[in-house]
């Protein structure tokens, strides 16, 4: 059957995950109102900026109705700003910026931007499922992740930071796979739909 899948589709990086997700066969639905979070199969978070992101969601009622669909085990992506969306803590928020604190880990937003302003490179990935595999990865101001939590496992670093995460349902990665040829990551969502 046909999986469909919602990308958030407030601002930022919301076409290259839709072409990517469509070429995967998918169904692909742009989410901008709560309704349209019923019925998807997996949902991915883009980057983009993450304190517009979040004002948005508040604005548009979207917020909470996030909160509930993932908390109920949809099985979500969240890259660069979508991973800093998705996580319990940001270390250096925008002024009022929230998170919707569903992934247990710290980042820090520009930190690790500051240091590798953009950069295309492989990342040895292992999510602990017993298949190690190297992805592409391209950073662009991207976050780190500065701690995890217990039920959070360590899939990628870059330059010994941490930039890829997976806790039950959850992906979190600091760097944009959609602006590479290689899914492999939208894969794996698409395995836990
Ligand atoms: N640092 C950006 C933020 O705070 C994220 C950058 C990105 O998504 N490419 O949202």
Same mark, same amino acid.
């Not at 247990?104 to 295309?120: H, I, K, L, T």
């Not at 391209?138 to 930071?161: D, H, K, L, N």
């Not at 349902?169 to 739909?193: M, R, V």
């Given at each position: 059957m046909v999986k469909n899948v919602g990308v958030l589709a407030l601002q930022g990086g919301v076409a290259e995950h839709v072409a990517m997700l469509e070429s995967l066969g998918t169904h692909v639905v742009g989410v901008r109102k709560p309704e349209q979070l019923t019925g998807l199969d997996a949902l991915v978070l883009p980057g983009g900026e993450s304190s517009t992101i979040d004002r948005l969601t508040r604005v548009l009622g979207l917020r909470e109705p996030l909160i509930e669909a993932i908390s109920a085990g949809l099985p979500t992506l969240g890259t660069c700003a979508?991973? +800093?969306?998705?996580?319990?803590?940001?270390?250096?928020?925008? %002024?009022?910026?929230?998170?919707? @604190?569903?992934?247990?880990?710290?980042?820090?937003?520009?930190? $690790?931007?500051?240091?590798?302003?953009?950069?295309?490179? &492989?990342?040895?990935?292992?999510?602990?499922? @017993? /298949? %190690?595999?190297?992805?592409?990865?391209? $950073? +662009?101001?991207? %976050?780190?992740?500065?701690?995890?939590?217990?039920? &959070?496992? &360590?899939?990628?670093?870059?330059?010994?930071? +941490?930039?890829?995460?997976?806790?039950?349902?959850?992906? @979190?990665?600091? $760097? /944009? %796979?959609?602006?590479?040829?290689?899914?492999?990551? /939208?894969?794996?969502?698409?395995?836990?739909?």
């Open positions: 979508g991973l +800093i969306m998705l996580s319990r803590e940001i270390t250096d928020p925008a %002024p009022g910026q929230q998170s919707l @604190g569903l992934l247990d880990v710290a980042v820090d937003r520009n930190a $690790f931007g500051s240091q590798v302003a953009s950069a295309e490179t &492989v990342l040895d990935w292992d999510d602990g499922t @017993g /298949h %190690p595999r190297q992805v592409k990865a391209a $950073f +662009i101001r991207a %976050p780190r992740v500065a701690s995890v939590g217990e039920g &959070v496992t &360590v899939c990628a670093r870059y330059r010994g930071e +941490i930039v890829g995460v997976r806790q039950g349902n959850l992906l @979190g990665i600091s $760097f /944009h %796979p959609e602006l590479t040829d290689d899914t492999s990551i /939208h894969k794996e969502l698409l395995a836990l739909a």
